[in-house]
Structure formats: C-alpha cells, structure tokens
C-alpha cells in the first residue's frame, strides 16, 4: 500500500520486535508500528529516535530475562533492515515458534523450512529447525521404542 502511494518503507527488526520508518519528502521520518493501534503512528523525529531507543532498551531488558536458543546464547541487541521477503519468512518463523510450543515438532519443522527459504541468513530460524528436527526425531524413536 505505501509503495502504491509513492512511499518507500524500511522494514526494520530487532529480536522481539519490527516496525517500519518511512522517509519523507521533507527529510522527516515517520515510525509505523502496525500492531500499535493507539500509539503505532510516531511522526516526529525526537519521537522516532525516541520510540527506537525504547524498543532497544526492552530488547535489553528482555534478553537478560532468558536464554534463546542462538548459540552460543547470543544477547546481542541488534536493529536489521529486513527485505519484504524476509519478513514472510519471520512470519513462518513465528508459526513454527507456536507449533514447537505445542509440541507439533514435524508441522514446526515443515514451516521452519519454509521460514529459512525466505529468510536463509537467519541463525534463529537455523536454531530452531535443528531443535524441531531434533525432538521430531526424538518423538519418532521414543514411540518406537514403546511398541
């Protein structure tokens, strides 16, 4: 939609988070968060840089809560231009996260492939097949083993 309207949005992602910064003609940029109907919309430059600070100061905060499964443990915090393509992969990459939640490892592990065909360069995504392939196989020789 923005790119029909002459836009030219930046997708941009951090562990736990994506948003969009669209420039302007007149050298502002505007921060669009899509899933923040009340204050999704950031259109002053202070504010942006401020909204951005936010999102990383959380992302520090949140990864000193817990481990993840990027080795060797990475709290890294980081801010990366993602292309549209890659987002679809995020996406399946968040499907096979709720799938491995519920203990689906062969569905998470279908998705997780087609997360890492969009998005091949993510060590996430890398890590979290391994995992499923892993339980998967583990699920498999345990019902095995009862029969």
Not at 53 to 78: C, G, H, I, W
Not at 103 to 110: C, K, M, S, V
Not at 127 to 145: G, M, V
């Amino acid at each position: 939609m923005l790119q029909g309207l002459g836009y030219i949005p930046k997708i941009y992602k951090t562990r736990y988070h994506i948003f969009l910064l669209i420039d302007l003609p007149d050298s502002e940029t505007i921060l669009l968060e899509t899933t923040d109907a009340v204050h999704g919309f950031v259109e002053n430059k202070r504010d942006v840089m401020e909204r951005i600070a936010s999102y990383m100061a959380r992302e520090k905060v949140q990864l000193s809560k817990q481990e993840t499964l990027s080795a060797p443990f990475n709290d890294n915090v980081t801010m990366e231009l993602v292309s549209l393509k890659e987002l679809t992969g995020l996406h399946y990459y968040n499907l096979g996260v709720e799938l491995l939640n519920k203990n689906d490892y062969y569905e998470a592990f279908r998705v997780l492939k087609k997360a890492s065909i969009l998005y091949p360069t993510s060590d996430c995504i890398k890590d979290f097949i391994a995992f499923a392939q892993i339980q998967y196989e583990l699920e498999l020789t345990t019902a095995f083993n009862r029969k």
